[in-house]
């Protein structure tokens, strides 16, 4: 009980603080934000907490450098069903540096990053038992370097070589409307996840890879790329044995990861009420060896998938004015039931920017998926046979630089296990970009 209350302290304490940071006056416009992500964010003395370091920031921004520095901390409770009743809080701090080398040294095309991180405290999982995730910081309690890559940009833009130590979920398989959910799920896709070594690259490991894309016009876009197999150098999973993101090891046992994705945007510029949209189509391809899910014993030559994704508003304010909308997302991908945990997953969603007529910046998204269980998983009289997860969340920026989201989770079969009510996770989280 007083540890409980502890992180309740702690959490009305950080919240408060940003409520307070933000100002009194909900009702005043946040400003306009450059970017969906706050850990992401560049630009002026609005745009971040510690301001413009005296015109400092703006300076080293227009010679191309670029320092970002956030911290995102949040408190869940389950209040009903699920493993345990009980509050945990968990935080993420993260710093990164990119440099632009047309602006610094006149290469054009050239782009650099690296980022760290600190992981700490406890995910809500943890309560609900649930097999997706609840929390998309959540993971291995750390210090550790995030991502770092070169990336070139060639023939007046269309093509870009990206190396280096790559993150798949940055550019493969995502939604814009999923993004702004707090579950795990609706990020990178559990169809993947669930059909590689160790989750594939993605948050909160990255891996050697390199990647091509080509934009051709017309909206067009296909990229590819090739990743090392098994970003926790560990067949048994233990994240332990790559504790700060710096053991690299490539072998036969671990196998390359390959992904491919086509995609068409259409009228994302339009005027005159055409709304925007995305589909895109993707593949991917894993070398390792993967045990058989029914016998254990019969060993399976690698592990595919596919998927489909698409976007699009259904509604905006204006052309001059697009704060103001409604936009739709929907994904289904699988994968061979014999060797993967979920043969198929599907998500969908709503979300609602500017749903308070003076709160433009403010977004409001639902969200469900739903996890079907491989039928010939090993020991499968224990499983039930899917997963399902709805997610209400609304996203209130108090300054362009600090935002407060509460999530509300209902979890319907929590890890697939018999036994187990449904869990209901209630929590809040707040993002500060220094």
């Not at 005296?54 to 970002?68: E, I, N, S």
């Not at 710093?95 to 047309?102: Q, S």
């Not at 390792?288 to 019969?298: I, K, L, T, V």
Request: glycine share 14%; with cysteine; charged share 20%.
């Amino acid at each position: 009980m007083e540890r409980t209350l502890r992180q309740l302290a702690a959490v009305g304490l950080f919240t408060s603080t940003a409520l307070l940071a933000g100002g009194a006056d909900l009702a005043s416009t946040a400003g306009e934000i450059t970017s969906r992500n706050p850990l992401h964010e560049t630009g002026s003395e609005r745009d971040h907490l510690t301001g413009d370091w005296g015109g400092a920031r703006t300076r080293l921004t227009d010679r191309g450098v670029h320092f970002q520095f956030g911290y995102i901390g949040e408190v869940f409770g389950n209040v009903a069903g699920g493993e345990k009743r009980g509050v945990v809080y968990e935080g993420l701090a993260e710093m990164a540096l990119e440099l632009d080398l047309e602006k610094l040294a006149q290469w054009h095309g050239g782009l650099l990053r690296v980022s760290g991180m600190s992981l700490h405290g406890r995910g809500p999982s943890r309560l609900a038992g649930d097999a997706l995730t609840a929390s998309n910081i959540d993971g291995h309690d750390s210090v550790r370097l995030y991502e770092w890559w070169a990336q070139q940009s060639l023939f007046h833009d269309t093509v870009s070589i990206r190396a280096g130590s790559l993150l798949a979920d940055d550019e493969f398989a995502g939604t814009t409307g999923g993004g702004r959910l707090l579950n795990s799920a609706f990020g990178w896709p559990a169809f993947i996840s669930g059909s590689v070594l160790n989750t594939g690259p993605a948050f909160y490991v990255s891996a050697l890879g390199v990647r091509l894309r080509i934009d051709p016009g017309q909206g067009w876009y296909v990229q590819g790329a090739v990743f090392d197999g098994d970003s926790f150098d560990s067949p048994g999973g233990d994240p332990g044995a790559n504790p700060h993101g710096t053991h690299y090891q490539i072998n036969s046992e671990q196998g390359e990861l390959a992904m491919s994705e086509v995609g068409l945007n259409w009228h994302q510029s339009a005027t005159n009420g055409a709304l925007a949209g995305q589909v895109k189509l993707g593949a991917w391809f894993h070398t390792a060896d993967f045990p058989d899910n029914a016998s254990g014993s019969r060993i399976h030559e690698g592990n595919f998938g596919g998927y489909i994704a698409v976007e699009q508003k259904l509604w905006q304010e204006s052309d001059e004015s697009a704060d103001q909308s409604v936009e739709v997302f929907a994904r289904f991908g699988g994968s061979p039931e014999d060797r993967s945990t979920f043969a198929f997953v599907i998500d969908a969603g709503l979300s609602y920017a500017g749903p308070i007529p003076w709160r433009d910046q403010d977004t409001a998204t639902i969200g469900f998926v739903h996890a079907d269980f491989s039928d010939t998983r090993s020991g499968y009289k224990a499983f039930r046979n899917y997963e399902q997860a709805l997610e209400l969340t609304y996203e209130l920026v108090l300054r362009p630089w600090c935002s407060v989201q509460p999530s509300v989770q209902w979890i319907h079969n929590p890890g697939g296990k018999h036994g187990p009510d449904d869990a209901l996770l209630i929590g809040v989280r707040s993002t500060i970009s220094f």
